[in-house]
C-alpha cells in the first residue's frame, strides 16, 4: 500500500519535470536561432510519438501483474521487454533518418532523427521503472527517480547548448538525461532483467494491449478539441482557445503522476485499495476548481492582457477537459488495476466517441464557447460509470475537501477582495484538508 504522502510527492515530481521540460524549450529557443527551435521541436515531437508507441502498454501490465500477484517476477520480465522495445523503437527512428536522408532533401533531419534515437533506448526502461517501483514496495520511489531525471534533463541540456550550441546537443543532452534517469531508477530499485517465459509473455502481451488500447484513447482525446477549434474558428479565436486549452491540461498532471500508485494499491487487494486513489481525488477536484473559478484573471496573466477573452473558455475547458477528463483517467487507471478491462478500456473510447459526435456540430453551431461547454460532457457519462465501480469511500473525502476552499473563494469574491488574495486564502484552505488526510491516513 502506498503511504498517504506518496501521492503528494509524485505530483509534485511531475510538476518538476513539467517545469523542467519547459525549461528545455526556453533554453533551446535562447541559445539557438527560430528555425533551429523548430526543427528541435518537430524531431522531438515524432521521437515522443514513437516512444508512446513503442512501449505498447508494458511498463503498466507488468505492474499490475506484479502487485496483484506480489512476485517480483513479472518487474523483471517488463523490464527486459522495455530494453528490446527500446532497441526497436530506436530502430525503426534510425531507419526513419536514413530514409529521410536518402529519399529527400532534408539530411540534417535524418541526423537529427538518429541522435534523437538513443533516447529510445533508456527512456522505455526508465519508464518501467518508474511505473513498477511502487509495486516493488517503494511508493516514493517514483518521484526520486522522476525528479533526478528532471534535474539531469535541464542540466545537461544548458550544459550541452553552452558548450556546442546546436540541435543535435540538445536532442544528445535529452538521451543522455534518460540514460541518468534509468541509472538512477536501478540503483534504487535494482532489478534484473529477465527475458519471460512462453506463458507468461501471454499473459504480458494480453494486459499490455488492454493498457495500450486505453492510453491511446485518452492520447487521442485531450488534442481533439485544439484540433476542431482549428479547423472551424478563425485564427484569433483559434489562438485564444489555444491559450486556454493550455491552462485547462494542468489538472492531467494528476493522473500522469499518481497512475503507479493506484496501479500498485488496487491491484494488490488490499482492503486499502482506494487510498491513492482518494487522495488523487483530493488533489484533483479542489485545485481544479479553484482554477476554473479564477481562469478569468489567470489567462492575461500568464499570456497577456490580448487574451483576456479566453478567460471564460478556459474555464469551461478546466472543468470539462482538465478536471472531467482527469477524473476518468484516474477511475480507468482504478479499474484496470482491478482487473475490470471493460470498464478500464470500453469507457475512456466511449468518451472518444461521444467526442466524435459531439464536436463538429457543436463547434459549427457554437463555436468554440459551444465546443468548450461540450467537453463538460463528453467525460461525464463515462465517468459516472466509472465511479458507481469504485468503492464509496473514495469519493467523500475529495467532495468534502471541494466544498470548503470554493465556498470560501465564492464569499471573498462577493466581498471584491482581490483575486491572489481569494485564490491563496482558499487554496491554504485546501492545503489544509490535504494535511489533514494525509495525518488521518497516516
Same mark, same amino acid.
Given at each position: 500500500?502506498?503511504?498517504?504522502?506518496?501521492?503528494?510527492?509524485?505530483?509534485?515530481?511531475?510538476?518538476?519535470?513539467?517545469?523542467?521540460?519547459?525549461?528545455?524549450?526556453?533554453?533551446?529557443?535562447?541559445?539557438?536561432?527560430?528555425?533551429?527551435?523548430?526543427?528541435?521541436?518537430?524531431?522531438?515531437?515524432?521521437?515522443?510519438?514513437?516512444?508512446?508507441?513503442?512501449?505498447?502498454?508494458?511498463?503498466?501490465?507488468?505492474?499490475?501483474?506484479?502487485?496483484?500477484?506480489?512476485?517480483?517476477?513479472?518487474?523483471?520480465?517488463?523490464?527486459?521487454?522495455?530494453?528490446?522495445?527500446?532497441?526497436?523503437?530506436?530502430?525503426?527512428?534510425?531507419?526513419?533518418?536514413?530514409?529521410?536522408?536518402?529519399?529527400?532533401?532534408?539530411?540534417?533531419?535524418?541526423?537529427?532523427?538518429?541522435?534523437?534515437?538513443?533516447?529510445?533506448?533508456?527512456?522505455?526502461?526508465?519508464?518501467?521503472?518508474?511505473?513498477?517501483?511502487?509495486?516493488?514496495?517503494?511508493?516514493?520511489?517514483?518521484?526520486?527517480?522522476?525528479?533526478?531525471?528532471?534535474?539531469?534533463?535541464?542540466?545537461?541540456?544548458?550544459?550541452?547548448?553552452?558548450?556546442?550550441?546546436?540541435?543535435?546537443?540538445?536532442?544528445?543532452?535529452?538521451?543522455?538525461?534518460?540514460?541518468?534517469?534509468?541509472?538512477?531508477?536501478?540503483?534504487?530499485?535494482?532489478?534484473?532483467?529477465?527475458?519471460?517465459?512462453?506463458?507468461?509473455?501471454?499473459?504480458?502481451?494480453?494486459?499490455?494491449?488492454?493498457?495500450?488500447?486505453?492510453?491511446?484513447?485518452?492520447?487521442?482525446?485531450?488534442?481533439?478539441?485544439?484540433?476542431?477549434?482549428?479547423?472551424?474558428? *478563425?485564427?484569433?479565436?483559434?489562438?485564444?482557445?489555444?491559450?486556454?486549452?493550455?491552462?485547462?491540461?494542468?489538472?492531467?498532471?494528476?493522473?500522469?503522476?499518481?497512475?503507479?500508485?493506484?496501479?500498485?494499491?488496487?491491484?494488490?487487494?488490499?482492503?486499502?485499495?482506494?487510498?491513492?486513489?482518494?487522495?488523487?481525488?483530493?488533489?484533483?477536484?479542489?485545485?481544479?476548481?479553484?482554477?476554473?473559478?479564477?481562469?478569468?484573471?489567470?489567462?492575461?496573466?500568464?499570456?497577456?492582457?490580448?487574451?483576456?477573452?479566453?478567460?471564460?473558455?478556459?474555464?469551461?475547458?478546466?472543468?470539462?477537459?482538465?478536471?472531467?477528463?482527469?477524473?476518468?483517467?484516474?477511475?480507468?487507471?482504478?479499474?484496470?488495476?482491478?482487473?475490470?478491462?471493460?470498464?478500464?478500456?470500453?469507457?475512456?473510447?466511449?468518451?472518444?466517441?461521444?467526442?466524435?459526435?459531439?464536436?463538429?456540430?457543436? *463547434?459549427?453551431?457554437?463555436?468554440?464557447?459551444?465546443?468548450?461547454?461540450?467537453?463538460?460532457?463528453?467525460?461525464?457519462?463515462?465517468?459516472?460509470?466509472?465511479?458507481?465501480?469504485?468503492?464509496?469511500?473514495?469519493?467523500?473525502?475529495?467532495?468534502?475537501?471541494?466544498?470548503?476552499?470554493?465556498?470560501?473563494?465564492?464569499?471573498?469574491?462577493?466581498?471584491?477582495?482581490?483575486?491572489?488574495?481569494?485564490?491563496?486564502?482558499?487554496?491554504?484552505?485546501?492545503?489544509?484538508?490535504?494535511?489533514?488526510?494525509?495525518?488521518?491516513?497516516?
Amino acid at each position: 500500500m502506498a503511504t498517504p504522502l506518496a501521492p503528494f510527492l509524485a505530483l509534485l515530481a511531475q510538476a518538476a519535470l513539467a517545469a523542467a521540460g519547459y525549461g528545455v524549450n526556453v533554453a533551446v529557443a535562447r541559445f539557438l536561432d527560430v528555425d533551429a527551435y523548430g526543427l528541435f521541436a518537430v524531431v522531438y515531437s515524432l521521437l515522443l510519438t514513437t516512444e508512446l508507441v513503442a512501449r505498447l502498454g508494458v511498463p503498466s501490465a507488468a505492474a499490475r501483474l506484479a502487485a496483484a500477484e506480489d512476485d517480483v517476477r513479472w518487474m523483471e520480465w517488463g523490464f527486459a521487454l522495455t530494453f528490446l522495445l527500446g532497441l526497436l523503437a530506436a530502430m525503426v527512428l534510425w531507419l526513419a533518418a536514413a530514409l529521410v536522408a536518402t529519399l529527400t532533401a532534408q539530411a540534417g533531419m535524418g541526423v537529427l532523427l538518429g541522435v534523437a534515437a538513443f533516447d529510445a533506448l533508456a527512456f522505455l526502461p526508465y519508464l518501467c521503472l518508474v511505473t513498477g517501483a511502487p509495486a516493488l514496495g517503494r511508493p516514493s520511489a517514483p518521484a526520486l527517480i522522476t525528479l533526478g531525471y528532471a534535474a539531469a534533463r535541464l542540466l545537461l541540456t544548458v550544459l550541452a547548448l553552452w558548450l556546442a550550441p546546436s540541435v543535435a546537443s540538445a536532442l544528445m543532452a535529452n538521451a543522455l538525461a534518460s540514460g541518468c534517469g534509468l541509472l538512477g531508477g536501478w540503483l534504487l530499485l535494482r532489478l534484473r532483467p529477465r527475458l519471460p517465459p512462453p506463458g507468461a509473455m501471454r499473459r504480458l502481451a494480453a494486459d499490455a494491449s488492454l493498457a495500450w488500447s486505453r492510453v491511446l484513447a485518452f492520447q487521442l482525446m485531450v488534442p481533439l478539441p485544439l484540433w476542431f477549434a482549428s479547423g472551424f474558428e *478563425t485564427g484569433d479565436r483559434a489562438g485564444l482557445f489555444a491559450a486556454a486549452l493550455t491552462l485547462a491540461r494542468l489538472p492531467l498532471l494528476v493522473p500522469l503522476a499518481t497512475a503507479p500508485l493506484i496501479l500498485a494499491d488496487a491491484a494488490s487487494g488490499s482492503r486499502f485499495r482506494t487510498t491513492s486513489l482518494d487522495l488523487s481525488l483530493l488533489m484533483l477536484l479542489p485545485p481544479s476548481v479553484l482554477l476554473a473559478f479564477e481562469a478569468p484573471w489567470i489567462v492575461p496573466l500568464l499570456f497577456g492582457p490580448a487574451y483576456a477573452q479566453a478567460g471564460d473558455l478556459a474555464r469551461l475547458l478546466t472543468l470539462g477537459l482538465g478536471l472531467g477528463t482527469g477524473l476518468l483517467q484516474l477511475l480507468s487507471i482504478h479499474a484496470f488495476a482491478a482487473a475490470r478491462m471493460r470498464e478500464a478500456v470500453g469507457l475512456p473510447w466511449l468518451a472518444f466517441a461521444l467526442a466524435l459526435v459531439l464536436f463538429a456540430p457543436v *463547434t459549427w453551431f457554437a463555436g468554440a464557447e459551444g465546443l468548450a461547454a461540450a467537453t463538460l460532457l463528453v467525460p461525464l457519462l463515462p465517468a459516472l460509470a466509472a465511479w458507481l465501480r469504485v468503492q464509496g469511500a473514495a469519493v467523500v473525502a475529495p467532495a468534502l475537501a471541494t466544498c470548503a476552499p470554493l465556498s470560501v473563494a465564492w464569499f471573498l469574491a462577493a466581498l471584491g477582495t482581490a483575486a491572489p488574495v481569494r485564490l491563496g486564502i482558499a487554496g491554504a484552505i485546501w492545503a489544509v484538508a490535504l494535511a489533514w488526510t494525509f495525518r488521518r491516513r497516516g
